[in-house]
């Protein structure tokens, strides 16, 4: 199947810091990207809609002058955590959007472990 | 918009036993529906996905039925093993460029 890689997979920054987490589609194009927030043992919460060459869409609740999301090329879109603070701390997932014969499907990266101290 | 609610959210079962995750969803457009799979601290791998000009969909142990009529669809593993247990999302999708997922199910196999 298709490949989504994501990094870091795990990073502990200081409160007050940005942290940047990639989203790569490796093996195809993906006009249209995903980035959700996950809390243990609960579902995956959308956080915005990313699509390349134009600005995000944000779902409601969510702030984005706090959380950049930049889709410059078919191939990735970047997540920049601002000013980060301890309650930022959680698993966020990306998602891109590829083509198979049949129609399109979703594809998860595996993920990022942001924890803020 | 849509509304995909799945049930169970917890299941535990007896190696070897089979295991049911139904969905239902709200709207009558969506005609794509994929499940995922999520296993501890990793991002969702897509297992299997049906389409709504078909009623079912088997790949070895995993199968997927769609009721179009009830709106529900359902996964099915048999011959279920431990490296099954993990948390099972599915997802409904009209345009393919929209997807909402259900809350998802812990499914866990007591060997």
């Known amino acids: 199947g298709a490949v989504v890689s994501q990094h870091p997979s795990r990073v502990i920054c200081k409160s007050g810091t940005s942290v940047k987490i990639e989203c790569r589609s490796l093996?195809?194009?993906?006009?249209?990207m995903f980035w959700y927030r996950q809390f243990p043992k609960k579902s995956l919460m959308l956080m915005a809609t990313?699509?390349?060459?134009?600005?995000?869409?944000?779902e409601q609740g969510v702030e984005k002058d706090k959380f950049l999301i930049n889709h410059a090329s078919l191939t990735l879109s970047t997540l920049t955590v601002t000013s980060a603070h301890p309650e930022d701390s959680s698993f966020y997932i990306c998602?891109?959007?590829?083509?198979?014969?049949?129609?399109?499907?979703?594809?998860f990266g595996e993920g990022s472990w942001l924890t803020v101290v | 918009g849509e509304n995909v609610e799945q049930h169970p959210s917890t299941l535990s079962v007896q190696e070897g036993d089979s295991a049911v995750i139904k969905c239902t969803y709200s709207d009558s457009a969506s005609n794509y529906f994929p499940w995922y799979k999520q296993e501890l601290g990793k991002g969702p791998q897509l297992i299997i996905d049906i389409r709504s000009n078909v009623g079912e969909k088997k790949d070895q142990r995993i199968a997927v039925t769609l009721n179009k009529t009830a709106k529900h669809f359902s996964l099915h593993i048999t011959e279920t093993q431990p490296e099954d247990s993990a948390v099972y999302f599915c997802?409904?999708?009209?345009?393919?460029?929209?997807?909402?997922f259900g809350t998802g199910t812990s499914l866990t196999v007591i060997p």
């Open positions: 997802a409904a999708s009209f345009t393919g460029n929209q997807f909402y």
């Open positions: 998602s891109a959007m590829g083509r198979l014969s049949s129609g399109n499907t979703i594809y």
């Open positions: 990313s699509n390349e060459g134009s600005k995000a869409t944000y």
């Open positions: 093996d195809f194009q993906a006009t249209t």
